[in-house]
């Protein structure tokens, strides 16, 4: 249904208008005169002399003063159509560039890219880039495994008998108030020396390890100390690795205890406030760890839960949510008498990091009321995992339960359900400080191959909702070599400043017995893991070959992607893994979800299709032909695509043999080398080279001024041969300079650009050239000196005809300047050559106009005129139509292009909003152009954007609703030593140390500037031009506030021609279409749920072994006190430190904890 155009109230008198006929409607309200416009305007003579192709012929003939006629308006279309193509024939060259290219045909070859093989030997090279890393993975954990076996456990150890380097030493010293500065406890703690290196982007020392231990764990523990003293043997390990494969990165043994041991040491990357990191809540180490899960989560809501009781049991469940991955599915519900879902969610969905945020935005709205039903709690739950028409994971399958505590076993439930086979393990939490009788809360556990826990206060939930992974790892030990398989985990950010990365995990298992001639032991040791960066990958790939729309992407069994030119993440959460899916990085069709479907099944295919995609500015959308080409890459759960454009099936390779007489001659002796120095630019026109990695000595620079330099200086040192560089991009770089420089010489030399209004001309290649003509155009040239990272470049490409480009306006900002003539409308056109019946685009030419001078000539074209000297006016006595420049205080005309963006107008007073776009300057024509199907609207969803935060609020830093103490309390000797006094101890540490826990999401944000941003979705809009291509007429019309328009496509452009009766009546509101980027919540999650997208889960699992011992099946959890924290948190008490602020992230809601 069309959007109303208008809303008008009553009917209103109007000024004394004159009679305007519109042919076949009869007559109207008629137009008054206007005030004449005020902006000086150019000499005549000077505008017009560029009208070159056409006579100024007199518009066919109408009678009265008339709103132009359909074939008035259709013989201005055809005058501008054949303005424009005729400054293009003169300036821009096309069709001499093509013979340039046919006489130095000796200089180049013409090369095929067959997608098949192509993407077949990336694959086979990624295969073999990730398989030198297995092997490296496979020899870490076998030799951990023989290390811990080997190891003797000391009751005795002690600190000092320990050398390591702790990460967070150097931190750890400069804060005057931590637990291991009071200790003294530094002398076992080694001080290394670092050097730089660029491919970790870091300092790194290579003669050692280092140790990262959680904050929250006690590093003087004998557990602890054992742990580092088997695991220095690694050290070894990891120098021989690196030995082997120096393009290792970082090596890494995340230990089940939460110790950390990676290699090459370095300085750990501690956050301005409290370092939360530990090592067994990394997206790496939980794939590595256990099988894919099916969750069910329970919470108690009952009366007696409340308060503090109630506040733990939300941070809990959050803090569980955090321990799944994409490979996992999950629901959460609450109960009392009855069990409901605590969100919108009725069955188990992916634990994706948007499903888990409805989650925790859903638990903090749980109210405690009514009696405990544990029989409703439990009844929900076995339902929701015998539910077999979703999708889920199909592994293990678990009940979480949070309770305070009561009597009912419900064995009934349990016999009717999971017994006697005990498919289903249930982990129950006895949460806060009570009297209740836990035992059967521990039977519970017991009897269902599960685990029973305590959290009796803040301090004890990250552990306890972590260590059930334990017991998930029993089968997989269990299991033995048939476990031992390395898995490939999705993108997420390296904690150490890598980047983007994907790690290779491989389990390590305890090896030692419990005893003489008794049971395997079956606890897990921990995961090993290799990172190869996303950028080792990326170079595995062609890129330049491939032309400017040609690209290689890579998917996983989830459909996210691994590689693709779209996975650019504004801010990354190194908590959580970078997940864009296949169908979000593009924009989403029937083609592609088969595509996608085909990769994650691990096929290979071929597919042509018709799909839209997205400008690189994010304006524009066009509808074009790509060729998809897809192989699984083998032995790794990725899948590899290729995706070309059919003009990109072919591509220009520099041949320079001839010019190279001898190979120790210089690269700058070379012939059209001379073009590139800066002293030809006045003569032969600017040149921009595009920032690629011609030399591995090349320096890189922001400043195409300093980059040329530093090219120039190595090219005099560099021979044509040299090994460092890269001659397919070196020598096609050389032969499009050559090239371009040709254009100058026979086109742009010789022309008058001012005659024809052109502020400059200009062509870009694929080789990396931009020659702009006359060097002084140079100065305000603002388009990306990267061709391929160019909007009018790419779009070029893709379309037929003329691309007009007007300069990038944004609503909310002041309007263009248009002193000084700089101000110009960017018009371009693909070259396309034909060679030996092969066909492809290396080069796009265009021409700069000058926005106001070509917005006099808009209304000139656009008129009545007879004689060029003598505009034809109208008036209420003369028998003509009203035209675009003599009326234009009565008629609007303008140009719009496909995206919806203002061209030229023959209104002054619009000249300087340019690039706006046009609903923005004319809201209710606007709409009428898309109700007219003349445009179609497109929208989506960038799930990588960046927030950025809102000023400080009023938030306090100490945690919410926790009993404080009086000062009779303090001063009460028995109320220090009782468990209630400890308890609240405990709180009041971790809530000042992770306060977050119970405040909004954004206050681990505060003082680390990497996370000042938040990532966040936002909703894009674009328009394209929709299915109408031929003239149109149509009225708006909204009783006396009518309109009449008349548009029309400009053949060969992608320009719309407008021509409207300005609007009468200013009291008519115009629905107004919005196309700027807008904050969002992102698609329904409810709905999205109800239709998930295809996906596979790993085609292992291990969640069952006849062989498991259950009898270790739980045990109360509590933090023993000591007086180094009853002291410090004595201290923090009496001196009362103020909260500080923290701020709140823009469109953000959920609770990071």
Same mark, same amino acid.
């Given at each position: 249904?069309?959007? /109303?155009?208008?809303?008008?109230?009553?009917?209103?008198?109007?000024?004394?208008?004159?009679?305007?006929?519109?042919?076949?409607?009869?007559?109207?309200?008629?137009?008054?005169?206007?005030?004449?416009?005020?902006?000086?305007?150019? /000499?005549?003579?000077?505008?017009?002399?560029?009208?070159?192709?056409? /006579?100024?012929?007199?518009?066919?003939?109408?009678?009265?003063?008339?709103?132009?006629?359909?074939?008035?308006?259709?013989?201005?279309?055809?005058?501008?159509?054949?303005?424009?193509?005729?400054?293009?024939?003169?300036?821009?060259?096309?069709?001499?560039?093509?013979?340039?290219?046919?006489?130095?045909?000796?200089?180049?070859?013409?090369?095929?890219?067959?997608?098949?093989?192509?993407?077949?030997?990336?694959?086979?090279?990624?295969?073999?880039?990730?398989?030198?890393?297995?092997?490296?993975?496979?020899?870490?954990?076998?030799?951990?495994?023989?290390?811990?076996?080997? !190891?003797?456990?000391?009751?005795?150890?002690?600190?000092?008998?320990?050398?390591?380097?702790?990460?967070?030493?150097?931190?750890?010293?400069?804060?005057?108030?931590?637990?291991?500065?009071?200790?003294?406890?530094?002398?076992?703690?080694?001080?290394?020396?670092?050097?730089?290196?660029?491919?970790?982007?870091?300092?790194?020392?290579?003669?050692?390890?280092?140790?990262?231990?959680?904050?929250?764990?006690?590093?003087?523990?004998?557990?602890?100390?054992?742990?580092?003293?088997?695991?220095?043997?690694?050290?070894?390990?990891?120098?021989?690795?690196?030995?082997?494969?120096?393009?290792?990165?970082?090596?890494?043994?995340?230990?089940?205890?939460?110790?950390?041991?990676?290699?090459?040491?370095?300085?750990?990357?501690?956050?301005?406030?409290?370092? &939360?990191?530990?090592?067994?809540?990394?997206?790496?180490?939980?794939?590595?760890?256990?099988?894919?899960?099916?969750?069910?989560?329970?919470?108690?809501?009952?009366?007696?839960?409340?308060?503090?009781?109630?506040?733990?049991?939300?941070?809990?469940?959050?803090?569980?949510?955090?321990?799944?991955?994409?490979?996992?599915?999950?629901?959460?519900?609450?109960?009392?008498?009855?069990?409901?879902?605590?969100?919108?969610?009725? +069955?188990?969905?992916?634990?994706?990091?948007?499903?888990?945020?409805?989650?925790?935005?859903?638990?903090?709205?749980?109210?405690?009321?009514?009696?405990?039903?544990?029989?409703?709690?439990?009844?929900?739950?076995?339902?929701?995992?015998?539910?077999?028409?979703?999708?889920?994971?199909?592994?293990?399958?678990?009940?979480?339960?949070?309770?305070?505590?009561?009597?009912?076993?419900?064995?009934?439930?349990?016999?009717?359900?999971?017994?006697?086979?005990?498919?289903?393990?249930?982990?129950?939490?006895?949460?806060?400080?009570?009297?209740?009788?836990?035992?059967?809360?521990?039977?519970?556990?017991?009897?269902?191959?599960?685990?029973?826990?305590?959290?009796?206060?803040?301090?004890?939930?990250?552990?306890?909702?972590?260590?059930?992974?334990?017991?998930?790892?029993?089968?997989?030990?269990?299991?033995?070599?048939?476990?031992?398989?390395?898995?490939?985990?999705?993108?997420?950010?390296?904690?150490?400043?890598?980047?983007?990365?994907?790690?290779?995990?491989?389990?390590?298992?305890?090896?030692?017995?419990?005893?003489?001639?008794?049971?395997?032991?079956?606890?897990?040791?921990?995961?090993?893991?290799?990172?190869?960066?996303?950028?080792?990958?990326?170079?595995?790939?062609?890129?330049?070959?491939?032309?400017?729309?040609?690209?290689?992407?890579?998917?996983?069994?989830?459909?996210?992607?691994?590689? !693709?030119?779209?996975?650019?993440?504004?801010?990354?959460?190194?908590?959580?893994?970078?997940?864009?899916?296949?169908?979000?990085?593009?924009?989403?069709?029937?083609?592609?979800?088969?595509?996608?479907?085909?990769?994650?099944?691990?096929?290979?295919?071929?597919?042509?299709?018709?799909?839209?995609?997205?400008?690189?500015?994010?304006?524009?959308?066009?509808?074009?032909?790509?060729?998809?080409?897809?192989?699984?890459?083998?032995?790794?759960?990725?899948?590899?695509?290729?995706?070309?454009?059919?003009?990109?099936?072919?591509?220009?390779?520099?041949?320079?043999?001839?010019?190279?007489?001898?190979?120790?001659?210089?690269?700058?002796?070379?012939?059209?080398?001379?073009?590139?120095?800066?002293?030809?630019?006045?003569?032969?026109?600017?040149?921009?080279?595009?920032?690629?990695?011609?030399?591995?000595?090349?320096?890189?620079?922001?400043?195409?001024?300093?980059?040329?330099?530093?090219?120039?200086? &190595?090219?005099?040192?560099?021979?044509?041969?040299?090994?460092?560089?890269?001659?397919?991009?070196?020598?096609?770089?050389?032969?499009?300079?050559?090239?371009?420089?040709?254009?100058?010489?026979?086109?742009?030399?010789?022309?008058?650009?001012?005659?024809?209004?052109?502020?400059?001309?200009?062509?870009?290649?694929?080789?990396?050239?931009?020659?702009?003509?006359?060097?002084?155009?140079?100065?305000?040239?603002?388009?990306?000196?990267?061709?391929?990272?160019?909007?009018?470049?790419?779009?070029?490409?893709?379309? +037929?005809?003329?691309?007009?480009?007007?300069?990038?306006?944004?609503?909310?900002?002041?309007?263009?300047?248009?002193?000084?003539?700089?101000?110009?409308?960017?018009?371009?056109?693909?070259?396309?050559?034909?060679?030996?019946?092969?066909?492809?685009?290396?080069?796009?030419?265009?021409?700069?106009?000058?926005?106001?001078?070509?917005?006099?000539?808009?209304?000139?074209?656009?008129?009545?005129?007879?004689?060029?000297?003598?505009?034809?006016?109208?008036?209420?006595?003369?028998?003509?139509?009203?035209?675009?420049?003599?009326?234009?205080?009565?008629?609007?005309?303008?140009?719009?292009?496909?995206?919806?963006?203002?061209?030229?107008?023959?209104?002054?007073?619009?000249?300087?909003?340019?690039?706006?776009?046009?609903?923005?300057?004319?809201?209710?024509?606007?709409?009428?152009?898309?109700?007219?199907?003349?445009?179609?609207?497109?929208?989506?969803?960038?799930?990588?954007?960046?927030?950025? /935060?809102?000023?400080?609020?009023?938030?306090?830093?100490?945690?919410?609703?926790?009993?404080?103490?009086?000062?009779?309390?303090?001063?009460?000797?028995?109320?220090?030593?009782?468990?209630?006094?400890?308890? &609240?101890?405990?709180?009041?540490?971790?809530?000042?140390?992770?306060?977050?826990?119970?405040?909004?999401?954004?206050?681990?944000?505060?003082?680390?500037?990497?996370?000042?941003?938040?990532?966040?979705?936002?909703?894009?809009?674009?328009?394209?031009?929709?299915?109408?291509?031929?003239?149109?007429?149509?009225?708006?019309?909204?009783?006396?506030?009518?309109?009449?328009?008349?548009?029309?496509?400009?053949?060969?452009?992608?320009?719309?021609?407008?021509?409207?009766?300005?609007?009468?009546?200013?009291?008519?509101?115009?629905?107004?279409?919005?196309?700027?980027?807008?904050?969002?919540?992102?698609?329904?999650?409810?709905?999205?749920?109800?239709?998930?997208?295809?996906?596979?889960?790993?085609?292992?699992?291990?969640?069952?072994?006849?062989?498991?011992?259950?009898?270790?099946?739980?045990?109360?959890?509590?933090?023993?006190?000591?007086?180094?924290?009853?002291?410090?948190?004595?201290?923090?008490?009496?001196?009362?430190?103020?909260?500080?602020?923290?701020?709140?992230?823009?469109?953000?809601?959920?609770?990071?904890?």
């Amino acid at each position: 249904m069309a959007v /109303p155009a208008w809303t008008c109230g009553a009917s209103r008198p109007g000024p004394a208008r004159t009679a305007l006929i519109w042919p076949g409607r009869g007559s109207r309200p008629g137009l008054s005169a206007r005030r004449p416009a005020a902006r000086p305007t150019r /000499p005549l003579s000077l505008l017009l002399r560029p009208l070159l192709l056409l /006579p100024l012929l007199a518009a066919p003939g109408a009678s009265a003063y008339s709103f132009p006629q359909q074939h008035t308006m259709q013989h201005w279309a055809r005058r501008l159509e054949q303005e424009i193509d005729g400054v293009m024939r003169i300036f821009g060259g096309v069709q001499q560039l093509r013979e340039i290219y046919k006489d130095n045909r000796n200089l180049f070859e013409v090369q095929e890219n067959e997608p098949q093989k192509l993407v077949e030997k990336v694959a086979g090279d990624i295969e073999s880039l990730l398989d030198r890393k297995v092997q490296a993975l496979k020899r870490l954990a076998d030799a951990a495994e023989n290390f811990q076996k080997a !190891h003797r456990w000391q009751d005795n150890i002690k600190e000092e008998d320990i050398v390591y380097y702790d990460a967070k030493a150097d931190a750890e010293l400069d804060d005057p108030e931590s637990e291991d500065v009071e200790r003294g406890s530094k002398a076992s703690t080694l001080r290394l020396d670092f050097v730089e290196d660029s491919n970790f982007k870091n300092k790194v020392n290579y003669s050692y390890t280092a140790v990262q231990i959680p904050t929250d764990i006690y590093k003087g523990s004998t557990v602890i100390l054992n742990e580092l003293n088997w695991t220095e043997a690694l050290e070894n390990v990891f120098i021989e690795n690196r030995r082997q494969d120096p393009t290792l990165l970082w090596q890494v043994f995340g230990s089940a205890t939460g110790v950390t041991r990676y290699y090459p040491a370095t300085p750990w990357r501690a956050p301005k406030k409290i370092d &939360l990191y530990d090592v067994r809540r990394r997206p790496w180490y939980i794939q590595g760890a256990s099988s894919p899960k099916d969750m069910v989560i329970i919470v108690d809501v009952s009366g007696s839960v409340s308060g503090l009781t109630l506040k733990l049991m939300k941070t809990s469940v959050c803090e569980m949510l955090d321990t799944l991955s994409d490979d996992d599915y999950v629901n959460v519900a609450s109960f009392n008498e009855k069990a409901q879902p605590v969100s919108c969610f009725t +069955h188990l969905v992916q634990a994706n990091v948007r499903n888990k945020k409805v989650f925790k935005e859903a638990v903090q709205g749980m109210v405690a009321k009514g009696t405990t039903g544990y029989k409703a709690g439990f009844e929900y739950a076995f339902d929701q995992l015998q539910n077999s028409n979703i999708t889920r994971a199909n592994c293990n399958k678990m009940i979480m339960m949070f309770t305070d505590g009561g009597e009912d076993r419900v064995q009934d439930v349990f016999e009717k359900y999971n017994w006697p086979n005990r498919t289903v393990r249930v982990f129950t939490f006895s949460v806060g400080q009570h009297n209740y009788d836990v035992t059967p809360l521990q039977w519970m556990a017991c009897t269902n191959k599960g685990y029973y826990f305590e959290i009796p206060s803040i301090g004890a939930i990250r552990i306890n909702t972590q260590e059930y992974l334990d017991v998930l790892g029993r089968p997989m030990v269990l299991a033995g070599k048939e476990a031992k398989q390395v898995q490939w985990t999705n993108v997420y950010e390296d904690a150490l400043g890598l980047g983007l990365v994907v790690t290779g995990t491989l389990p390590v298992f305890n090896l030692t017995q419990d005893g003489p001639g008794e049971k395997k032991n079956q606890l897990i040791l921990g995961v090993m893991g290799i990172d190869v960066a996303l950028n080792d990958i990326k170079r595995l790939t062609p890129n330049y070959t491939l032309g400017a729309n040609g690209y290689v992407f890579a998917i996983d069994l989830n459909g996210y992607v691994l590689l !693709h030119p779209n996975l650019k993440p504004q801010t990354t959460n190194f908590r959580e893994p970078v997940t864009l899916d296949f169908l979000d990085a593009e924009l989403e069709d029937e083609n592609k979800e088969e595509i996608r479907r085909s990769m994650i099944d691990g096929n290979k295919g071929h597919k042509q299709i018709r799909t839209l995609v997205k400008s690189l500015d994010e304006r524009y959308i066009d509808e074009v032909m790509r060729n998809y080409t897809w192989v699984p890459i083998r032995s790794t759960n990725y899948s590899l695509g290729l995706v070309l454009p059919p003009y990109s099936t072919f591509y220009l390779q520099a041949n320079l043999s001839d010019q190279i007489l001898q190979v120790k001659l210089p690269i700058s002796k070379l012939k059209d080398f001379e073009f590139l120095l800066p002293s030809s630019f006045e003569s032969e026109g600017h040149v921009f080279i595009a920032p690629r990695e011609y030399c591995k000595e090349l320096n890189a620079s922001d400043n195409n001024t300093e980059f040329l330099k530093n090219f120039i200086d &190595l090219m005099e040192k560099v021979t044509p041969d040299s090994k460092q560089c890269n001659n397919f991009l070196l020598h096609n770089l050389i032969l499009d300079t050559g090239i371009t420089q040709q254009l100058v010489e026979r086109v742009w030399r010789d022309q008058d650009l001012n005659t024809y209004s052109l502020l400059a001309v200009f062509a870009a290649t694929d080789g990396g050239i931009t020659r702009v003509f006359p060097n002084k155009a140079a100065e305000d040239w603002t388009e990306t000196p990267e061709p391929f990272n160019a909007s009018f470049y790419r779009r070029s490409l893709d379309n +037929h005809g003329y691309v007009f480009k007007p300069p990038q306006q944004d609503a909310r900002l002041r309007p263009l300047e248009l002193e000084n003539d700089t101000v110009g409308i960017l018009v371009s056109t693909a070259v396309e050559l034909s060679l030996g019946g092969r066909t492809l685009r290396p080069a796009v030419v265009g021409v700069k106009l000058d926005l106001e001078a070509w917005a006099e000539k808009f209304k000139v074209l656009a008129s009545n005129r007879t004689h060029q000297d003598q505009p034809q006016k109208c008036g209420p006595n003369s028998h003509c139509e009203m035209d675009c420049e003599v009326n234009n205080e009565d008629l609007l005309c303008v140009l719009i292009d496909d995206g919806g963006f203002l061209v030229l107008s023959n209104q002054n007073h619009q000249w300087d909003q340019v690039g706006r776009f046009f609903s923005d300057v004319d809201a209710n024509l606007m709409l009428a152009l898309y109700n007219n199907s003349f445009y179609t609207r497109k929208e989506s969803y960038d799930y990588q954007a960046a927030c950025a /935060p809102l000023p400080p609020g009023n938030l306090g830093a100490a945690p919410r609703g926790i009993f404080v103490p009086t000062i009779a309390d303090f001063l009460n000797l028995a109320w220090w030593t009782s468990a209630a006094a400890w308890s &609240l101890f405990q709180q009041l540490l971790y809530g000042l140390i992770y306060h977050s826990w119970f405040q909004s999401d954004p206050a681990e944000a505060e003082g680390n500037p990497e996370v000042r941003e938040s990532s966040c979705v936002m909703k894009q809009t674009q328009y394209y031009f929709g299915s109408v291509n031929a003239s149109y007429n149509a009225i708006i019309d909204c009783g006396n506030c009518s309109r009449l328009f008349h548009a029309q496509r400009l053949t060969h452009t992608n320009l719309l021609f407008v021509v409207a009766e300005k609007p009468l009546c200013s009291q008519c509101e115009a629905g107004r279409l919005l196309q700027k980027e807008t904050h969002s919540d992102g698609p329904e999650q409810c709905e999205l749920v109800q239709r998930p997208r295809y996906r596979r889960g790993p085609h292992i699992c291990f969640d069952y072994n006849a062989t498991e011992d259950t009898s270790d099946c739980g045990r109360g959890a509590s933090f023993p006190p000591s007086l180094g924290v009853l002291v410090s948190l004595q201290l923090l008490l009496l001196l009362s430190l103020p909260p500080r602020p923290q701020p709140q992230v823009h469109a953000h809601r959920s609770r990071r904890l």
